[in-house]
């Protein structure tokens, strides 16, 4: 370990070998910190918190501060930060409200400075928050999604896995597997394909999905007939389960839309 003298670090605490922490740094409360994690200057890392393995938390993030709920009376409630995240300047991530539920993130995810990641979202791996991105309570987003930059998103929506959403989008509905978002409010207008492409989903999942897209966005069906056709026409892939799971577990509704202006 390597804590810098104008560091504090509480004693409950539990380090993990080769842990680096930087000058002004708080580490406050029943917080472990896994081997090789390192923690810069002025950051703040408190609660029951548990940050993985060689994680790099930047300047001035604050993680596992008290949830920004009204209904928060003091729970003890949980975050779980999984291994090798970059969680950039000024970062803000809470725990859950309910006494012992937790905010989860995965692993390998870049967070950029400025997000906000609240109470009770679960957030996968292999994810890119850019700046100012914001997750409201209770919020999902899977494997491999990116947010652009200045995005919000609404409580209770989820963001599927490889999708992508554009920059200062508002999303209120659920944003499908795979696909393209973007717009206020966000809706989707297309699949992937580049994103898709750069991690080796073959020419024929890729040409099955845009089938389903098209089934789904283009063909004038409601959403239920849409689903229909995609369950008799094409290929049961794992793909196609994984995006009609999605579309059976909504919530808050897809953001689809039929007259869309990108093609």
Known sequence: MNIHPMASVAPEAKLGRSVLIGPGAVIDGQVEIGDGTT???????????????????????????PPQDLKYRGERSYLRIGDRNRIREYVTINPATEND??????????????????????????????????LAGHVTVEDHAILGGLTAVHQFCRIGAYAMVGGYSKVIKDIPPYCLADGYPARIYRLNRVGLKRHDFS????????????????????????????RDELPPLPEIVRLLEFINGSRRGLALSRRSRYR
Do not use: F, K
């Not at 389903?212 to 283009?218: D, Q, S």
């Not at 069906?221 to 229909?228: E, G, K, P, T, V």
């Open 203 to 230: 020419p024929e999942t890729l040409a099955t999905l845009e089938r389903a897209y098209r089934l789904l966005v283009r063909s004038g069906l409601n959403l239920s007939q849409a689903i229909q056709h995609i």
């Open 39 to 65: 923690v810069g200057p002025h950051a703040v890392i408190t609660g029951h918190t548990t940050v993985g393995r060689d994680c790099y938390i930047y300047t001035g993030a604050v993680i596992g501060s």
């Open 101 to 134: 539920q937790a905010t989860i993130i995965g692993s390998d995810n870049l967070i950029m400075a400025y997000c906000h990641i609240a109470h009770n979202c679960q957030v996968g791996s292999h994810t890119v928050l850019a700046n100012n991105a914001t």
